[in-house]
């Protein structure tokens, strides 16, 4: 499986991430690749791979990236390999990607990519949110509040909508969204196999 | 929300369906109509609504089914106003009903239906179950049996498939479908006003 996460920067996606990597082993993260300067407190190849405008470009040009976009002048993208090698290995993977990113995944994977859109209570509690943070300049926060608004122009792209009002309320409902998910007929491989098995025991 | 449970008789589903509705007051049960008779510790209007053929006929007739079918010599049908009645009030609905039925009514309402599909651990578990119940002759519970496997051969036309190997692990399970069911975009009818709201209050 797939599984989306996307909202608004400040809407409380990247804690909810973090809380669900620390508590789901069969669910590894995607860290995608931007060309965006590295930030206090990010670690590349955790947060990001941090990467220069070449360098991205010439991941593009080998395909590396299984989706990619523009945002404000820079580049993000999701690498390919290391998401195939999670798929390989059992795991489901976890993208924390924008709603670009989130329709290229599902023009790509279909129904194997679940999208979760987390919305902010309102736009005063993200605008608090992004200015508690104080890393960034007041333009900056502008221009990250009328992207938040764009963003969730395209919340009717998403399977799931929250609103984070609370966010271990909302980080259950992601949890709950995941395991229900994972209950579809679908996505259980081993199913087959058992009902096989159930039907030829006693006919 | 049409919320379908179906099993195989002996499966567990009775149980479920009714631990849920105890739980969640805001899903109500569609009760099936049917020709067959009634059973020890069955109430007319509570498990069935117990009809003569002759009335069930009628009612077929009169488009008063959503969906019924024949089901050994006997029939069984899902009432249309009820659960207009329910929906109407804002309730989820949830029907206790074959693959047959499950369905017919999926061809009706198409994504507004979610199946669950709920196995047996095994056929072995299954037969001891039935023969525990001993208000069954050995020949009911050989037919059962049959048509238990015939149940189980229609389970791809479920969105979620369950097994019933603990009763309380299983209900969970369907707890977590319903719950995330609810969390669906195309559910929340209060979605667009939240977000035309969310977006004008700060331009």
């Known amino acids: 499986?797939?599984?989306?996460?996307?909202?608004?920067?400040?809407?409380?996606?990247?804690?909810?991430?973090?809380?669900?990597?620390?508590?789901?082993?069969?669910?590894?993260?995607?860290?995608?690749?931007?060309?965006?300067?590295?930030?206090?407190?990010?670690?590349?190849?955790?947060?990001?791979?941090?990467v220069t405008l070449d360098k991205f470009r010439e991941m593009v040009e080998a395909r590396e990236f299984l989706e990619w976009a523009h945002v404000f002048d820079q580049r993000y993208g999701t690498p390919r390999a290391p998401v195939e090698a999670m798929l390989a290995a059992g795991k489901d993977v976890l993208f924390d990607i924008d709603w670009q990113g989130a329709q290229q995944l599902h023009q790509i994977a279909g129904g194997d990519v679940v999208r979760v859109f987390i919305l902010p209570p309102s736009m005063e509690e993200l605008r608090r949110r992004l200015e508690g943070r104080a890393t960034d300049?007041?333009?900056?926060?502008?221009?990250?509040?009328?992207?938040?608004?764009?963003?969730?122009?395209?919340?009717?792209?998403?399977?799931?909508?929250?609103?984070?009002?609370?966010?271990?309320?909302?980080?259950?409902?992601?949890?709950?969204?995941?395991?229900?998910?994972r209950l579809k007929r679908s996505r259980q491989t081993g199913l087959i196999g058992f009902i096989r098995k159930l039907r030829t025991r006693e006919a």
């Open 137 to 181: 300049a007041q333009e900056i926060i502008d221009r990250r509040m009328s992207r938040a608004d764009a963003e969730i122009s395209h919340w009717d792209g998403y399977d799931y909508v929250l609103v984070n009002d609370d966010v271990d309320s909302c980080y259950a409902k992601v949890k709950t969204i995941l395991a229900a998910e």
């Open 1 to 50: 499986m797939l599984f989306v996460l996307s909202s608004p920067s400040g809407a409380g996606k990247s804690t909810i991430a973090r809380k669900l990597l620390a508590s789901e082993p069969e669910l590894s993260l995607s860290v995608s690749a931007t060309t965006r300067a590295i930030r206090e407190g990010e670690e590349d190849g955790r947060d990001y791979h941090f």
